[in-house]
């Protein structure tokens, strides 16, 4: 070590040629070793502090599932590298420069190489993955020998005799010993593929959480676990209440039967329990009571609602946060659904690792976009939160929502969760997709909630259905048709349609064909969220008070948004989207048995979205007038096994057979980004075969919506004179923010009407219409996403 350092004494620390002496000696009193900068108090961060501190956090995180020493070895070596004399040099110019990367000559100094080259010593080549990436993000075994070949140089073998002559004296056991062993059952890839990604999430979250406390001079910011027996307490009692002040429903005696089937079967062991309900069946509260009972009697830390759309999360948080949140103190409630990414390279990198949620709470409502695309990411700012699923309840809400494309890893993923991290999954529809019959669950039997659905759903059938489909009627005739009143204290109606283009141009035919006392509103992503939840207040007033009114909305309403009409026209869609959009029809059950209406139109002058090409053909076989309607169960059943089974769907070339090629390998980059499009040549990736929830890139623009306007434009400008990401104003801003394609931002006409924020948040310039929301030019209407 000294004929390495000899020459830069001072820089290290002070005399160094007397085998390690004098830098035990110094450990004891000031340090010389650093691992960051000065922090609020202007103190500096010691290396060793900060790797015995990462150790210990992610060690405790990796203990939920049986992997406490990997988590320890990830934590004391993913900074090793630090201690080289070059990178503290490195440190200190940078410093006093105000900050920046650790560089050398102009070029950055490595500092986790000699990490994974301790994996490697350790026969566990697949902890250096994590290792490798804890700043930039998982990469593949390729990846990570062609950087640890590029560090292998003289210079950089120097660099790793630095380093380890420094630290083995101080950390003991860290840079020899025997080989590190996996976990039992983590034998198989999928599996070590799943076990990599927790691990990594635990060595990001501790490294963040560590580093956040040395920046802020405080101890580590870690919750202590919930009390879930008091949570269930609180929420039965609360419910309880919540039901006394409700008005009666025909359904309440049903929705007992769901909630108390629920309780019985929280009883059970982990597993993958399946919660099929009919809409309007109480599975919100239901589903919840399931899991906070669940986690009070087997001992789980949290429980994580996954839904769809943000439209539902935003409502099911609402309904939570009465149920659970204290009167005063820490809320229990996380609602985590933002939109919003933020740089990842650069000295930015390491604040938004700090700023993102790490699902650090007791009750967490999220999106399946966010639960999935964390899980099968592999950026720290993504992945931050994924140790948080071992040991856990998830409910998946409204399952039938997840991409069909992607299903095969998902269900993968989740029967590895149950079976080797002690997480209980809860699949809670009204239209169950039958993904027991795909090859990752073919041999797991689901735990079934309701022991006979089809009594349920035979006693709660509440709606008629008409087709509309031959001859295929056209949006005018339509229009003609829900403008007039359906009968007696009919006068409301919803329209649900498959395009924004159509609902814009029902919604304007509609509102031609009526007179000045009929309300009619529109609902689709064109408006932002907090616009959606207006409107919707709005025709939940009339509809409770008898009023007319018509609604044109999109897709967005037909899952989970709490809403009754009379009458429901809904435009030829795969089978669960029919089954879902009848659930708006006599909700309540107010009209008696199929006193409710459902008219299915097959509009010849309609459109749709590519991916429902395959699912309405499957759709038109196994439903229609004199055939099937959504409602029964054998059909539904039918239309899921052909669907999903279906070769272009989850055959060998499919994008989820691709997705799970890729995560055989290890290469995480290609299941988030595509595999490489030519491995020789390098750089482009193929999408398609990538694992994108939504897959249309899109980017968000901050809309100055009406009543809220001078509270966007104060948000806005305090977020753009933060000199860092604050994650906390881009949360407020959420309500405000509409969905635009990335490729599209760019063309001039749109991209002139963008004003850049932060990261790729923008604010909108353009129009914002009070009825309809975000206006493009008529040359850029198909912009919009």
Known sequence: MARFCRTRAVLCGGPI???????????????????????????????????????????????????????????????????????????????????????????????????????????????????????????????????????????????????????????????GGPALRLPPGFGGAGEAEVLVRFLYSCLVDADALDTEAHRNATSARVAPDADMGLLWDRFSARRKTFLDGRPVSAVDRWRSEVYEACLAAAEGPTGIYRLPAPTGAGKTIASAAFALRHAALLGKKRVIVAVPFTTITEQNAGVYRRLLDPEGGAPVVLEHHTHVAVDE????????????????????????????????????????????????????????????????????????????????????????????????????????????????????????????????????????????????????????????????????????????EMVVRHLSTYMCAAHRAAVLAEVKELLGAGQPVRLVSTQLIEAGVDIDFPVVYRALAPADALQQSAGRANREGALGFEGGLVVIFDPDDGGAPPAYKIPVEVTREVMGAGIADPDDLLALQTFYRQYLLDPRITGPASRGQAVQTSRKGFDFHAVTDGPLIDVGLGGDRDLSKAFRMITEDTVPVVVSYGPDAAEVEDLVAELGRAPVPDMRLVRALQPYLVQLRRADRGRPEVAALCRPIVGDLAQWLGDYDKQTGLRLTQAAEDFIS
């Open 345 to 516: 390279s650069g000295g930015r990198e390491r604040w938004r690792r700090l700023a993102a949620e790490n699902w650090d709470a007791p009750f967490v409502v999220t999106t399946t976009v966010q639960l999935f695309e964390s899980l099968f990411g592999r950026k720290p700012s993504r992945m931050r939160k994924v140790h948080r699923l071992a040991n856990a309840v998830v409910v998946l809400d409204e399952v039938q929502a997840l991409p069909a494309a992607l299903l095969v890893p998902i269900v993968d993923a989740l029967r590895t969760l149950s079976a080797l991290f002690g997480t209980t999954v809860l699949l809670a529809s009204a239209t169950q997709p039958e993904l027991f019959e795909l090859g990752p669950l073919r041999d797991t039997a689901p735990r079934e909630v309701i022991a006979q659905p089809g009594r349920l759903y035979g006693a709660l059938r509440r709606v008629r259905y008409r087709w509309w489909t031959s001859p295929k009627p056209t949006l005018e005739e339509v229009a003609d048709e829900v403008a007039r009143p359906a009968g007696p204290d009919r006068d409301q109606a919803l329209v649900v349609v498959n395009t924004r283009p159509n609902a814009q141009r029902m919604y304007e035919l509609v509102g031609e064909r009526v007179g000045p």
């Open 17 to 175: 040629d007397d085998g390690g002496r004098a830098w035990r000696r110094t450990y004891r009193g000031d340090a010389v070793l650093w691992a960051h900068s000065v922090n609020a108090v202007g103190r500096r961060h010691t290396l060793v502090d900060h790797l015995w501190g990462t150790g210990q956090l992610a060690e405790g995180f990796a203990s939920a599932f049986g992997a406490g020493d990997l988590g320890r070895f990830l934590g004391e070596a993913h900074d090793v590298g630090k201690a080289s004399c070059a990178w503290q040099a490195g440190l200190l110019a940078s410093e006093a420069a105000g900050g920046g990367r650790v560089t050398a000559g102009g070029k950055s100094v490595d500092h986790k190489s000699l990490g994974v080259e301790l994996a490697r010593r350790r026969g566990a080549d697949l902890l250096g993955l994590a290792l490798h990436g804890h700043h930039g993000g998982l990469t593949s075994p390729s990846a990570v020998r062609a950087a640890l070949a590029a560090e292998n140089t003289t210079e950089g073998r120097e660099r790793w005799v630095e380093a380890e002559a420094a630290l083995a004296p101080l950390l003991p056991g860290l840079f």
